[in-house]
Nanobody, 115 residues
Framework: QVQLVESGGGLVQPGGSLRLSCQHS????????MGWYRQAPGKQRELVAT???????EYADSVKGRSTISRDNHMKTVSLQMNSLKPEDTAVYYC?????????WGQGTHITVDY
């Protein structure tokens, strides 16, 4: 059974920074695609950033230039560093993985950007 467990998140002021981490466990040694999606209240879930094994990060336009996705394949983790946070970044952030066409999701972690 594959599990994705997120850490990080919380309340941050506008202009601040936050780092999310996610670790996958289970039968998959090296998840081919890992990344992050988010869902704001009343909106659909949207891609934030993804990173394939050996690839480059792909980012949504809304976070490009102020976010960096990275992964540690040995530790089975993916991280998302977000800077210059805006109120519109407020959402539940979900860790995502894909291996052999099967999607995996974490439980989600909240980020609230507010004073």
């Amino acid at each position: 059974q594959v599990q994705l467990v997120e850490s990080g998140g919380g309340l941050v002021q506008p202009g601040g920074s936050l780092r999310l981490s996610c670790q996958h466990s289970g039968s998959i040694f090296n998840m081919y695609v890992m990344g992050w999606y988010r869902q704001a209240p009343g909106k659909q879930r949207e891609l934030v950033a993804t990173l394939k094994v050996g690839g480059r990060g792909e980012y949504a336009d809304s976070v490009k230039g102020r976010s960096t996705i990275s992964r540690d394949n040995h530790m089975k983790t993916v991280s998302l560093q977000m800077n210059s946070l805006k109120p519109e970044d407020t959402a539940v952030y979900y860790c995502y993985g894909n291996q052999d066409g099967v999607n995996y999701w974490g439980q989600g972690t909240h980020i609230t950007v507010d004073y």
